[in-house]
């Protein structure tokens, strides 16, 4: 029926078409541990990449005959599947990924967004907070109850949370002191032009 509810973005793919693709981004995300995309796509990816980290968290041979027939290069994404992410989320009872808006990719003004895993090594909020740690203290000011709650969220699950917040901290003051307008690849920040330039105007 025309306007009917619908359980899940076909986003505008066949069956076989669509599967491909959610297999190919999950398979990104989980070697890359973060990727842009659209935000449609990213939202319909996050739902698989999930499941895949729960099939790590089992750890048996039937999550794993399941996440083989789903990943692409599975050989190579088997290991850091059922190795370091299911050690990383073992206390984690969801949420592993997390979607965030950024400026659009492409001329066409499409919605877009990054998905990524949260408490790695490319983990945006982490950067965040780290850069708004950096930043009250170069004012001299305390942090307030928004800041404080936010960095126990971004430790509370991380293994030498304290201290590579510490360290993230610590380059971000360096760049404040170095006058770097910029923000390094590191911590996924870095700031990049969006648009090209066309020659010729419509």
Not at 24 to 33: Q, Y
Not at 69 to 79: D, T, V
Not at 115 to 141: Q, Y
Not at 177 to 195: A, F, N, T, W
Request: glycine letters at 6%; aromatic letters at 6%.
């Amino acid at each position: 029926m025309a306007g009917g509810l619908v359980k899940y973005r076909h986003l505008s793919r066949s069956s076989a078409h669509r599967r491909a693709l959610l297999r190919n981004l999950v398979t990104s995300l989980i070697e890359h541990e973060s990727i842009q995309t659209s935000w449609h796509k990213a939202k319909e990816a996050q739902r698989m990449a999930e499941k895949m980290i729960t099939l790590g968290k089992k750890n048996s041979e039937a999550s794993k005959r399941q996440a083989t027939k789903f990943l692409f290069r599975a050989p190579e994404m088997m290991p850091k599947l059922f190795g370091p992410l299911r050690e990383r989320y073992a206390e984690r009872q969801g949420g592993y990924t997390r979607v965030l808006r950024i400026e659009p990719l492409k001329e066409d003004q499409a919605a877009s967004a990054i998905l990524e895993l949260v408490d790695g090594p490319k983990d945006m909020r982490f950067a965040f907070t780290a850069k708004t740690i950096a930043s009250i203290r170069a004012k001299g000011h305390q942090i307030n109850d928004m800041t404080a709650a936010n960095i126990a969220k971004v430790t509370r699950y991380r293994g030498n949370a304290d201290q590579e917040l510490e360290e993230m901290v610590g380059r971000f003051e360096k760049l404040a002191q170095q006058g770097d307008e910029g923000i390094s690849d590191e911590e996924g920040l870095k700031k990049r032009r969006v648009y090209p330039e066309n020659d010729r105007s419509r």
